[in-house]
C-alpha cells in the first residue's frame, strides 16, 4: 500500500510540476512539456514507468537476481538483455519477456544478411518415407545448442507430414520442401524455452534471437519408395539421433513382393553410409550428362595428347581415364567402401542372389552442411 500511494503521489506532483509555468522563465512553455510527455506515451508508455521506477519501485538486489535468473532461464537471452528488458518494464517478468521478443525480432531481422553457413541436418522417417531439411546458423557453437537442435528436429518432423508441390527434376522420387513451402503452416512446441504454437517463420526468428545469430532454413527434401522396399540412412558427425552433418539416404527395392527384406536391413545403413564418404553424383553412367562428359573427354584428350603418343594409345588412354572417372562419380560402379574388393553394383548383384529376387537402388541422397555456400 505505501508503495502504491507512493506512486500515486509521486506522479501527482510530476503532472503538477509539468502544468505549472515556473518553467517558463526558462523559456520553455507548458504546452511543450505536455506534447513531450503525450508523444512519449503514445509511442511505448515507457516515460512515465520510467519516472515512477525511479521513485516508488524498489525492488530488493536478492528478488532482482531471481527475476534475471528466471527471464534467462525462460529466453536464453543475454543476461545483458534480460536485465535491460526488465528495468525497463519496471521487472515485471512476463512484460519484459515479450519485450524481450520483440526485440529479438528485430535483432533477427538485421542479422539475416550475415552469412550462415554451419548448422545441422535434420532427418525424420516413417515407414517408406524420409524427410531431411537443412538450419543454417553462424558458428558451430550455436549448431551444439539444444535449442537449436531442438527446432532441426521439429522443422524435420513437420517436413515428414507434408507433400512436395513438385518433384525434383535431378532425381526421382524426391520433393523439395523448402522454406518457401515449410513457411505457411505450424509449429507445436513443448520445450521449457519453446512453448506453444506459432508459424515455422516466427519460430526461426525467435530461436535466432535467443542465439545472437542468423538462423535459417535453407532447403530440405522428403524421399518416398515403393511399398515393397527399403529406405536406408546414415547421419555423419551426429551430436543425438536424427541430427548430423552429412547425411546419406539410399532407397533399395526389391522385384518379388514377397521377398523378405531382412538382409537389406542390414546392408542397406552401409551403403547410406557409402553414399557420405563415397560423393557419388550419379546412380547410373546413363544419368551422366553428355555435356560433362564432353567436357571430361577434351580435359584427358589434352593429357593424352601432351604424352606424345601414337593416336591408338591415345585413344586407349583417354578410356582409361573415362572408366576411372565413372567409378569416381557413379554410385553403381564405384568400390564399395565396406569392402572395397567388389563395386556397388557387384554388391546388388550378391543381394539379389541372396534375397532370391532382383535388388536395385531406386534413388539415393548425399547432403552436407553448407555445401554450395560461399564463405566469407
Not at 528488458?85 to 519477456?97: F, G, K, M, P, V
Not at 532447403?219 to 539421433?241: C, D, E, M, V
Not at 545403413?269 to 571430361?296: D, G, I
Amino acid at each position: 500500500m505505501a508503495s502504491s500511494r507512493g506512486a500515486k503521489f509521486s506522479s501527482e506532483i510530476f503532472y503538477k510540476t509539468l502544468s505549472c509555468g515556473r518553467y517558463s522563465e526558462h523559456g520553455y512553455s507548458r504546452g511543450f512539456y505536455t506534447a513531450e510527455i503525450r508523444r512519449s506515451a503514445d509511442d511505448s508508455q515507457c516515460a512515465l514507468k520510467v519516472f515512477l521506477r525511479k521513485f516508488s519501485v524498489e525492488v530488493p538486489a536478492s528478488e532482482q537476481m531471481s527475476l534475471i535468473k528466471q527471464l534467462r532461464e525462460r529466453t536464453s537471452a543475454p543476461i545483458k538483455d534480460v536485465k535491460s528488458s526488465l528495468i525497463h518494464c519496471n521487472w515485471d517478468i512476463e512484460a519484459a519477456q515479450k519485450d524481450l521478443r520483440k526485440r529479438g525480432v528485430v535483432l533477427a531481422s538485421k542479422k539475416s544478411s550475415r552469412t550462415a553457413a554451419e548448422g545441422l541436418l535434420a532427418l525424420a522417417q516413417k515407414e517408406n518415407k524420409v524427410a531431411v531439411i537443412e538450419l543454417n546458423c553462424e558458428t558451430d557453437f550455436v549448431a551444439r545448442n539444444e535449442i537449436f537442435q531442438y527446432l532441426a528436429l521439429s522443422l524435420a518432423k513437420l517436413a515428414l507430414g507434408t507433400e512436395g508441390s513438385f518433384q525434383s527434376q535431378q532425381v526421382p522420387n524426391h520433393f523439395p520442401v523448402g522454406p518457401e513451402h515449410l513457411e505457411k503452416f505450424k509449429l507445436s512446441f513443448d520445450h521449457p524455452k519453446l512453448h506453444g504454437e506459432t508459424t515455422v517463420q516466427s519460430a526461426i526468428a525467435d530461436v535466432a534471437a535467443m542465439m545472437g545469430e542468423n538462423v535459417r532454413l535453407r532447403r530440405g527434401f522428403t524421399i518416398s519408395a515403393p511399398s515393397h522396399s527399403l529406405i536406408s540412412t546414415y547421419l555423419h558427425t551426429s551430436p543425438q539421433p536424427g541430427l548430423g552433418r552429412i547425411a546419406g539416404i539410399v532407397s533399395l527395392e526389391v522385384g518379388d513382393g514377397n521377398a523378405s527384406l531382412d538382409v537389406l536391413h542390414r546392408v542397406g545403413p552401409e551403403l547410406a553410409m557409402h553414399v557420405v564418404a563415397a560423393k557419388p553424383l550419379f546412380l547410373t553412367r546413363e544419368l551422366v550428362p553428355s555435356e560433362a562428359m564432353e567436357s571430361e573427354r577434351e580435359v584427358l584428350k589434352s593429357q593424352a595428347e601432351s604424352t606424345g603418343k601414337s593416336q591408338m594409345a591415345i585413344d586407349k588412354i583417354i578410356e582409361g581415364r573415362l572408366r576411372k572417372f565413372y567409378e569416381e562419380v557413379v554410385l553403381l560402379e564405384q568400390k564399395f567402401v565396406v569392402n572395397d574388393t567388389i563395386s556397388v553394383q557387384t554388391l546388388l548383384n550378391n543381394l539379389s542372389k541372396e534375397v532370391g529376387s532382383p535388388v536395385s537402388i531406386g534413388s539415393f541422397l548425399r547432403m552436407e552442411v553448407g555445401e554450395g555456400i560461399q564463405r566469407l
